[in-house]
């Protein structure tokens, strides 16, 4: 059986698109030489016994691909999402900065402004707050008990949110 | 040496190795094993790692058939066996430059054996004397029996120059041949 030549393809007309019809020629024999020497000088073959392994090597894969532990992907499945959801808990972008970076000092240093500020601010509201209540509790606005009860409630209340918010930042 | 298996046996085939089958990857082991054998045999030139190679090769199927399209069997098959000589070229190169440095540093006069004691026949003897990429496209034009096109394809690079890197390699391969006889 002539190898180089017996494909399904045309290979004179293969030759004759790239060689010149003597150079076709040539290569034609130099092909049949191959085929010759490939006939002449057979390659060994594969022993029974190698063959034979191959294959109870190829039924062993296949027995361990088929025999998939559900519990144990299950379970690895479990393990990946935990590292994910750490991972990501770790990650958070609101997070308090570590003390590491510059990012993180100028974070810092914006904190620190917006706090001053607003720490000023919120004194001076507690303070006219809590003088309001004590105006309040000893008697001092005019008006009717009931009014008065409910105005102490109000302002007690305002007192509590805005403590919150002080603290809350 | 059976290469007229028809196409749509093969096909059937593909698809029970994709299954999983045990039995498919048997035939495709009787089928294959002597043109892939014979492939590896001339290439490495000695059994023991023609052997070797086959096996690992068929492993490396059973994990891989997922990807392989079977009206493309053959030349997928033979793109994973010539990949596969690439990287043993590549280890007893790195072996054989490992074991002349350790030579060297024994002082030992004793030569490093090379595979020409495990050669048998005339023909796998002088293809190892020719470079590694025109044994292989030599070995891979006669055993897989892809046309032209197909070999181009997988190689990629355009049909003439595949065609003319055959014919080169035979031309270089029968002198060596004939110079032997001399």
Redesign the interface.
Known sequence: ?N??K????N?DG??A??FLASEAKQ?KD??S??DG??E????????EQ??E???R???A??ST??HISWPRVILQAAAVAAVVVVAAVLTWPDKPASTGGSAAKIQEQDIQLVSETDISLYEAEIAQLNSELLTLNYGEENGTNGRLLDLTEQVEVEIIETDNTFWKG | MPMDESKEKIEQLVKLCKKGQSDGFSQMVDIYSSRLYGYFYRLAGNRDDANELVSELFLKITEKIGSCKSETFEPWLFRIASNLFTDYIRTKKRREKMLNKMAEQCLTETPVEKDDGYLTDKLTKQMQKLDAETAEIIAMRFYSGLSFEELAKMRNEPIGTCLSKVHRGIKRLKQLMENENE
Do not use: G, S
């Open positions: 059986m190898k180089f017996n494909k399904n393809e290979l293969l030759l698109k790239f290569v130099d092909f030489f191959a020497a490939f002449k000088f057979p390659a060994a073959k594969p022993a190698t063959i392994e191959i294959k090597k190829i039924a894969k296949l691909q088929k």
